[in-house]
């Protein structure tokens, strides 16, 4: 049966499936990322996990990949196929692409930045299906963002568009690793509510989790933390949808996790900030999960393939 290697690279895990032309989960298999032993081993995990999905898919399905897709996080160079720089991995400058390509005798690899490919499979699988134009931005240990325009992603000029993580939204606010002050992420991602839930609740060991549940049982001070959250959240999307005017803004990562804790005053917020020349996109939550990376791998596969085939019958060559 055709089909392609889809992984999804992150700080501590791999995700990978074999992805059947339908877009079918013909397999699916998980693997620590081995950070802790450096950079090369990451790279090394990484090719041995794709030789293997390879060898699994000669024995089980008759034929081996026909491409491969990956998503890694950090700055990614997709032209040429490049890990340029990944500060959790340890990484910089890695050829994964032709690395792949060679341990997979030769066929096509796609390398995708992590956010960008979570994107494309929300896109055209998940929660912005059938919006021509949509902003997907996971809530994680920072924030990121993935412009959607007509079933593809927009990388930007030079593979950067979609930061929405580092729009200041609150100027004199704390340091960001990027060099600025009052970054989105810096106030609204879940690891920020995390900060902001443990000094306020005395808890070091207090999370975003803890923060929402807190807020469902109507604390105080869990209102306040998670109010300013998503006041500074609200900031950050008013200025993409002025930007961007997406039909559709995603949200996804764990701290959508909180459900309507977070959706019903988020929307709420937002429609208080849009004024008459701006029109309210529909906010929604994620629907892929952790499989979004993966899912959007394998379409990056397929779409290298799709890219490939002769468009003329008489291109065809034997």
């Not at 996080?73 to 390509?101: C, E, F, K, Q, T």
């Not at 494309?120 to 998940?126: P, T």
């Not at 764990?254 to 996109?281: D, I, K, M, N, S």
Request: charged share 20%; proline share 6%; with cysteine.
């Amino acid at each position: 049966m055709r089909h392609v290697i889809a992984l999804d690279v992150g700080g501590t895990g791999m995700k990978a499936a074999l992805v059947g032309a339908d877009g079918t989960l013909l397999h699916e298999a998980r693997r620590p990322t081995g950070r802790d032993r450096g950079p090369e081993a990451v790279v090394a995990s990484i090719l041995d996990f794709a030789a293997d999905l390879r060898a699994h898919g000669i024995a089980h399905l008759g034929e081996p990949a026909a491409a491969a897709g990956v998503a890694v996080p950090g700055i990614v160079d997709a032209a040429r196929g490049i890990a340029v720089y990944a500060a959790n991995l340890g990484w910089s400058d890695v050829p994964l692409r032709d690395l792949l390509s060679a341990r997979l005798a030769g066929v096509p690899v796609a390398l995708g930045h992590d956010v960008r490919t979570g994107g494309l499979a929300e896109g055209r699988l998940g929660a912005g299906k059938g919006a021509d134009r949509f902003l997907f931005v996971p809530l994680g240990t920072g924030i990121a963002g993935a412009i959607g325009i007509g079933g593809a992603i927009e990388p930007g000029a030079h593979g950067s568009a979609g930061e929405i993580g580092h729009i200041v939204v609150r100027p004199e606010g704390p340091p960001c690793g990027c060099g600025q002050r009052g970054c989105l992420e810096r106030l609204a991602s879940a690891a920020a509510v995390s900060r902001a839930w443990a000094e306020a609740s005395g808890d070091p060991e207090a999370d975003a989790a803890d923060c929402a549940k807190a807020v469902e049982s109507g604390d105080p001070r869990a209102q306040e933390v998670w109010r300013d959250a998503v006041d500074a959240l609200a900031d950050g999307l008013l200025t993409a949808l002025t930007l961007l005017d997406p039909n559709t803004l995603i949200i996804g990562g764990g701290l959508a996790e909180a459900g309507e804790t977070l959706f019903t005053p988020l929307r709420a917020a937002v429609a208080a900030r849009v004024v008459q020349f701006q029109t309210l996109p529909e906010i929604v939550p994620a629907a892929l999960g952790d499989t979004a990376g993966c899912l959007g791998a394998g379409l990056l596969a397929w779409d290298l393939l799709d890219r490939a085939a002769p468009t003329d019958p008489t291109e065809v060559t034997t």
